[in-house]
């Protein structure tokens, strides 16, 4: 087996730069380190990608060139990366499903940084088994992110619901809801938003679900518009296209105030799970309803 083989793919073209040494001495990462890096965390990843359908964030020629977002299948996909249809405003398509290490270091070989995962699995396509609040800062005030953050976390447990966390990997968090898949899109959407609403009006100067970003002034937007049939979140331990190749890393909510939305890179995230296990390990297993939550929630006058 070849130096450029990564569990059975054979990487062409190991070392293109995917994301060159920028910021300055953090090291350039090649394809193949892409390929290494989804490799090593194949054990934690996969049970977030496991049956659900992937749009792939693809850089052929790195960060700084030419990208673009593919959601059909293309037709030189090896027979053993799973597929599922899906529907569409259009015609019915078929999407990658990656359940397997084969498949994840697969992507790589075809330059996807990220793949973005739909909320739902292929058993029901129609009913998310899990809840994001996206908290989008408008500007470089960290303390703000965090506090909106923690405003949407403590809001969910006085509904009690169980949350996870995760740094994006970009500029903000994610606070997410294991959900059973029993509702349809429409109705968790509307549930998130109504969250959202209420957090709003708890903290006006601070909060927003302004979609313009023209509109938000400096405050966070509180995004759930991803809750909606065939959007997509990014997923744990996913590499996200951005200098230094930062990794969307789950941290615990005490760890809030000490890890930055970038801190952790596809250099460091081993160390991490070398030192403690991952947060997210039983993130199925507090799969909850939102109905009694809904009920709490109409009770405040939402």
Request: aromatic share 8%.
């Amino acid at each position: 087996m070849s130096d450029s083989t990564v569990a059975g793919v054979e990487i062409s073209k190991p070392d293109k730069v995917l994301f060159p040494d920028d910021p300055p001495r953090s090291g350039s990462v090649t394809k193949l380190d892409l390929a290494r890096y989804y490799d090593s965390v194949a054990d934690v990843m996969l049970p977030h990608l496991r049956g659900r359908p992937v749009n792939m964030e693809r850089f052929p020629d790195g960060l700084g060139g030419f990208s673009f977002y593919e959601k059909k299948v293309p037709s030189h996909f090896p027979d053993w990366v799973h597929t599922v249809e899906v529907a569409t405003a259009q015609d019915p398509q078929r999407q990658v499903v990656v359940d397997d290490r084969r498949s994840l270091v697969y992507l790589a070989q075809q330059a996807c940084v990220t793949p973005h995962t739909w909320l739902c699995t292929t058993k029901a396509l129609d009913q998310p088994d899990q809840l994001v609040f996206d908290l989008d800062p408008s500007d470089d005030d960290l303390a703000k992110v965090r506090k909106a953050t923690r405003m949407v976390g403590e809001l969910l447990d006085d509904l009690g619901l169980t949350t996870y966390l995760k740094t994006t990997g970009s500029r903000g968090y994610h606070v997410l809801v294991p959900l059973r898949p029993r509702l349809g899109f429409d109705e968790v959407r509307d549930f998130a938003h109504r969250c959202a609403e209420l957090l709003v009006e708890k903290a006006p100067d601070l909060l927003t679900v302004e979609v313009r970003k023209a509109k938000r002034g400096r405050r966070v937007y509180v995004d759930v518009a991803r809750n909606g049939y065939a959007q997509t979140a990014v997923p744990a331990y996913a590499v996200r296209a951005r200098p230094g190749a930062p990794v969307s890393t789950p941290i615990t909510w005490d760890e809030l105030s000490r890890v930055p939305p970038t801190k952790y890179t596809v250099r460091t995230v081993g160390r991490r799970l070398a030192a403690k296990p991952c947060p997210w390990r039983d993130v199925r297993r507090h799969a909850q309803s939102l109905a009694r939550a809904d009920r709490a929630l109409r009770g405040s006058g939402r």
